[in-house]
């Protein structure tokens, strides 16, 4: 027989590691806010056990997301990332509305033309509502998709047009972002929400070893782990969110270098 831990023992008491660094802000202050806190905070013994150290990750906390606010004189900046995000979600759901129009007609070819070209785009699932770094690059990776595989649909649905137009939005809406992160690093935002971020992920630290011995040696282990639990259930989802980012991200640079390449040549 094969000796190791007990099933029901494994990570039981422990809460899953991951290094917060690597989340962008957005996602940081999410987890932090609605999880960690709000989580300890809604149970009564837990949060009661854990009163100083989540009272010291609440404040690191809050220092960090003041400075990560883009400083009042940039946010001019953002007037122009607004209108893009709306035009850019306009046009994408004028794309879906006008495929899913043509569903609707006679012709057996445009109808299966259309059939094909939206169950692509529903595959991608795209959240209007998202962040909008995320969405982007997802709406990036759609229309290089939707222009390599489906160009015959392209033009039997005469979407050449509004494919053209979204693109172009999209990729002003990515030079947008790129131009605002720079200013804010320009801006010194970036050294000063590094230390600040290093204050908030210590006492994250703090409190879920903490937590975690709590859980070890209490007589009521409920409470404890049933906070564990969620907390752990939370991190997968980020860790899934954050390397599917990522590999976005990879695929973006070398589609680039790609074409770099072939313009070279």
């Known amino acids: 027989m094969k000796k190791g831990?007990?099933?029901?023992?494994?990570?039981?008491?422990?809460?899953?590691?991951?290094?917060?660094?690597?989340?962008?802000?957005?996602?940081?202050?999410?987890?932090?806010?609605?999880?960690?806190?709000?989580t300890i905070e809604r149970n009564e013994v837990v949060s009661a056990k854990l009163s100083d150290v989540t009272a010291e990750l609440s404040e690191a906390f809050n220092k960090e997301f003041a400075i990560s606010q883009f400083p009042a004189q940039g946010k001019s900046y953002l007037t122009d990332i607004n209108a893009l995000d709306n035009e850019q979600t306009e046009s994408y759901m004028a794309l879906k509305f006008v495929v899913k129009g043509y569903k609707k007609v006679r012709n057996s070819a445009l109808k299966a033309a259309a059939k094909n070209l939206?169950?692509?785009?529903?595959?991608?699932?795209?959240?209007?509502?998202?962040?909008?770094w995320q969405r982007a690059c997802n709406i990036s990776s759609v229309i290089e998709l939707i222009e390599n595989k489906f160009t015959k649909e392209i033009s039997l649905l005469h979407l050449d047009v509004i494919m053209s137009e979204l693109k172009d939005i999209n990729n002003r809406l990515i030079d947008a972002?790129?131009?605002?992160?720079?200013?804010?690093?320009?801006?010194?935002?970036?050294?000063?929400?590094?230390?600040?971020?290093?204050?908030?992920?210590?006492?994250?630290?703090?409190?879920?070893?903490?937590?975690?011995?709590?859980?070890?040696?209490?007589?009521?282990?409920?409470?404890?782990?049933?906070?564990?639990?969620?907390?752990?259930?939370?991190?997968?989802?980020?860790?899934?969110?954050?390397?599917?980012?990522?590999?976005?991200?990879?695929?973006?640079?070398?589609?680039?270098?790609?074409?770099?390449?072939?313009?070279?040549?």
């Open 5 to 38: 831990k007990r099933k029901d023992k494994i990570d039981a008491t422990e809460v899953n590691y991951f290094p917060l660094y690597r989340l962008d802000r957005f996602i940081h202050k999410e987890f932090i806010e609605e999880i960690v806190l709000g």
């Open 118 to 132: 939206l169950k692509t785009i529903d595959s991608a699932n795209i959240n209007c509502r998202g962040k909008r």
């Open 177 to 265: 972002i790129n131009d605002l992160e720079q200013k804010y690093r320009d801006m010194g935002g970036d050294k000063r929400l590094l230390k600040a971020r290093e204050k908030t992920d210590e006492a994250y630290v703090c409190l879920v070893r903490r937590l975690s011995s709590y859980a070890d040696i209490a007589e009521n282990k409920e409470p404890f782990i049933s906070v564990i639990s969620t907390i752990n259930s939370y991190l997968k989802d980020v860790r899934t969110t954050h390397n599917r980012h990522l590999g976005q991200l990879n695929y973006q640079k070398r589609k680039k270098k790609e074409k770099e390449v072939l313009t070279e040549a």
